[in-house]
């Protein structure tokens, strides 16, 4: 059984409360995950009665979780540990009274924070105290041990689950889910990542299921759309059909002539008798009460209900949402028992653009770091990374992937057969160049430079802006890990 501890925090005004909240937090929970053979969730609690007194004893301490009451002055308390924030920040329950302000630093907290207007049962304040240590406690992908893989692979084998379809889920923060990997790992793992990593790992493949629009602060897709006043962007206006005198020019609302059953203009104080000769009626149109905006139609504007964000529809981000499909090479590694090294350039070759998967590329490292002590043979690793993709996002959000993918791909084909290259984020990319020293790896990062100067694209976002670095194996490199964690420090010297 896999045991996570969880240390929680609660504030609250009294000891009552503090006592209620206190009985929403179990000591242990049990999950059904047939992966881990169960799971299990300690929790560890420190009770805090606010005081005008500033004298805490949770400094130095870590939080995984907070219960906080906003009516008790808790928010401002918060608010002055902005470390204790950061460190809560994915595990955050705020108890409201319905009239206490919640500040906006709370509200945006990155889309996870629950809040809870009283009353509530105890059971709806447990569902979110549920959630969101299921969200704080989150198992990701390099947590999991190749056991729990091989397990994972085995178990959607003998229930056929080849296709892995995700699920939008409107009550919960993550409204995507997956419920095969959830039914097999429990509510603690983070399933879009664990999926990813899947597909890094050639076990399977995904294919686009839906387009969202999400938060561009906190990437919640609770978003609302509502219309609005054009000029003020106000809520508060009404229809009205507006009359048009001819004698005077006047134009208002309906509402505005009338007087005493009859229609007169509050301009010219003249009576309108007939449509067409005295007076017209113009097309129904909105009238702001805010600002007194006259317009047609009102414009769409967007808010998130995690945060609270606002903006037009046009600022928030596209979400792709993908589902996946079991791969051949997941059945290989069930009738193996294990990811074998001996197979890993059949199982972790991404063949749709000649990059190799982060695991294989690491193993890699390491043989080269073992030839070059017993054999004194130099290897060279090159960190590329593509300087103007934050542009590119900026400029055309839904190309951002392709355009990096683009980039990635056209690179790895310039290198020769016992090269390889991986992706190891959007925008970085690791080449290793077996027995090359520092002037041959220069030669390929020329090559490199004038190919990506030749690559523009049709849509004018244009060449890639690169930038290079080179580390070679050194002695005191002591693992992969070390030899990439250079380069990445070389690229970000270079950069800043």
């Keep these: 059984m896999l045991t996570k501890r969880a240390h929680v925090l609660l504030i609250g005004q009294d000891e009552m409360e503090t006592a209620e909240f206190k009985a929403a937090v179990p000591e242990r929970m049990v999950f059904e995950a047939p992966v881990f053979d169960g799971l299990l969730v300690e929790t560890r609690v420190d009770e805090v009665v606010f005081s005008q007194r500033w004298e805490v004893p949770f400094e130095g301490f ?79 992908p390099d947590e999991l041990a190749e056991d729990h893989l091989v397990n994972l692979m085995r178990r959607l084998t003998i229930l056929r689950a080849k296709r892995i379809s995700p699920v939008l889920d409107p009550q919960g923060t993550n409204v995507v889910r997956y419920p095969v990997i959830r039914d097999a790992l429990g509510p603690l793992v983070a399933e879009r990542e664990l999926l990813e990593h899947l597909t890094s790992l050639g076990l399977v493949s995904r294919r686009l299921d839906q387009r969202g629009r999400c938060c561009p602060r906190c990437g919640s897709l609770h978003l609302i759309f509502h219309e609005a006043c054009t000029q003020c962007g106000g809520i508060d206006y009404d229809r009205q059909t507006i009359i048009h005198h001819f004698t005077c020019g006047h134009a208002d609302a309906l509402n505005s002539f009338r007087s005493e059953g009859q229609l ?100 890699e490292l390491e043989r080269e770091l073992t030839r070059f002590r017993r054999y004194d043979i130099v290897t060279t690793l090159l960190m590329v990374r593509i300087l103007n993709l934050r542009e590119v996002r900026e400029r055309a959000p839904q190309r951002a992937t392709e355009y990096a993918f683009d980039v990635h791909t056209a690179l790895a084909d310039l290198l020769r057969n016992l090269d390889l290259a991986c992706v190891l984020a959007p925008d970085t990319m690791a080449i290793l160049l077996p027995a090359t020293d520092g002037p041959g790896s220069e030669v390929v990062a020329n090559r490199v430079r004038e190919a ?23 002695s005191a490199l002591v693992d992969a890990d070390a030899w990439l964690d250079a380069g990445l420090r070389q690229l970000r010297a270079m950069v800043s």
């Excluded at 995984?64 to 809560?88: K, N, Q, T, W, Y």
């Excluded at 046009?314 to 589902?323: F, R, S, V």
Aim: hydrophobic fraction near 40%.
């Design 62 to 140: 870590r939080y995984d979780m907070c219960i906080c009451s906003v009516r008790a002055g808790g928010a401002p308390l918060l608010m002055a540990r902005s470390g204790l924030i950061r460190e809560i920040s994915r595990g955050l329950v705020l108890v409201s009274d319905g009239r206490s302000v919640i500040p906006a630093d709370l509200r945006q907290n990155e889309g996870n924070s629950r809040v809870l207007a009283r009353p509530f049962t105890i059971y709806t304040l447990g569902a979110a105290v549920e959630e969101c240590l299921c969200t704080a406690l989150a198992i990701q």
């Design 264 to 363: 007169i203009c509050p301009k010219c104080e003249r009576e309108l008798k007939r449509v067409g000769q005295d007076y017209d009626r113009l097309p129904e149109q909105m009238r702001c009460n805010s600002c007194r905006e006259v317009f047609e139609e009102p414009t769409v504007a967007s808010k998130c209900m995690g945060c609270h964000w606002s903006g037009m529809p046009t600022d928030t981000e596209e979400q792709l949402i993908y589902g996946y499909e079991l791969l051949p090479q997941a059945d290989q590694v069930v009738m193996a028992g294990h990811l074998s090294a001996t197979k890993l350039g059949e199982l972790f070759r991404d063949l749709q653009g000649g990059l190799v998967t982060q695991q294989l590329f690491e193993f």
């Design 452 to 474: 990506a100067a030749t690559m523009i694209e049709a849509d004018d976002l244009g060449s890639p802006e690169l930038a290079i670095t080179a580390v070679m194996s050194d």
